[in-house]
T-cell receptor, first 111, second 115 residues
Framework: SQKIEQNSEALNIQEGKTATLTCNYTNYSPAYLQWYRQDPGRGPVFLLL?????KEKRKERLKVTFDTTLKQSLFHITASQPADSATYLC??????????FGTGTRLQVTL | DTGVSQDPRHKITKRGQNVTFRCDPISEHNRLYWYRQTLGQGPEFLTYFQNEAQLEKSRLLSDRFSAERPKGSFSTLEIQRTEQGDSAMYLC?????????????FGQGTRLTVV
């Protein structure tokens, strides 16, 4: 069955550093992979989408890579700020744009 | 547009009672999705509509669950004879259908607690 793995342990980094989150998947060949941010008690918010034929995508301080051979996506936040503290969800887009999510990784940025 | 709206935000109910949640999607979006999220997990797909047609249901959606989207606008999700295992955050999302690479807009969710 399809499986998406994100590091379940929280990632703690210092303000100004680059945060790197990992998403690995098996038994799946998605055409699109998406990243969402979720704050406690709120719904996920879309951040970035990357296509299978794209190696890298950037948006402001965010960068996503997509390696279909390794079946892995990396999500980077550069110059991290305390306001970036949240849970980040990786999602694979299937038929009818139905999303299959990973468990999410909680990021904590400290001063 | 104010985005996807869900009501209520919180619901506490006794085991065995029926509950109904409402979702108002972004008006021009023809696709509407329901997801369920439990603590420490990512959202799990339940069902989706294209306009008023319910096109797919997850095996997670037991016979006690029913969803509707009359006239292709708002949607309701009803859970009959609630069980403690139904306690979760129920999320609604909407999007425009297309060739893929479609951003989903989520509501704030309805947190259900079954006591």
């Amino acid at each position: 069955s399809q499986k998406i793995e994100q590091n379940s342990e929280a990632l703690n980094i210092q303000e100004g550093k680059t945060a790197t989150l990992t998403c690995n998947y098996t038994n799946y060949s998605p055409a699109y992979l998406q990243w969402y941010r979720q704050d406690p008690g709120r719904g996920p918010v879309f951040l970035l989408l990357i296509r299978e034929n794209e190696k890298e995508k950037r948006k402001e301080r965010l960068k996503v890579t997509f390696d279909t051979t390794l079946k892995q996506s990396l999500f980077h936040i550069t110059a991290s700020q305390p306001a970036d503290s949240a849970t980040y969800l990786c999602a694979l887009e299937g038929t009818a744009s139905k999303l299959t999510f990973g468990t999410g990784t909680r990021l904590q940025v400290t001063l | 547009d104010t985005g996807v709206s869900q009501d209520p935000r919180h619901k506490i109910t006794k085991r065995g009672q029926n509950v109904t949640f409402r979702c108002d999607p972004i008006s021009e979006h023809n696709r509407l999705y329901w997801y369920r999220q439990t603590l420490g997990q990512g959202p799990e797909f339940l069902t989706y509509f294209q306009n008023e047609a319910q096109l797919e249901k997850s095996r997670l959606l037991s016979d006690r669950f029913s969803a509707e989207r009359p006239k292709g606008s708002f949607s309701t999700l009803e859970i009959q004879r609630t069980e403690q295992g139904d306690s979760a955050m129920y999320l609604c999302a909407s999007s425009l259908s297309g060739g893929g690479d479609t951003e989903a807009f989520f509501g704030q969710g309805t947190r259900l607690t079954v006591v």
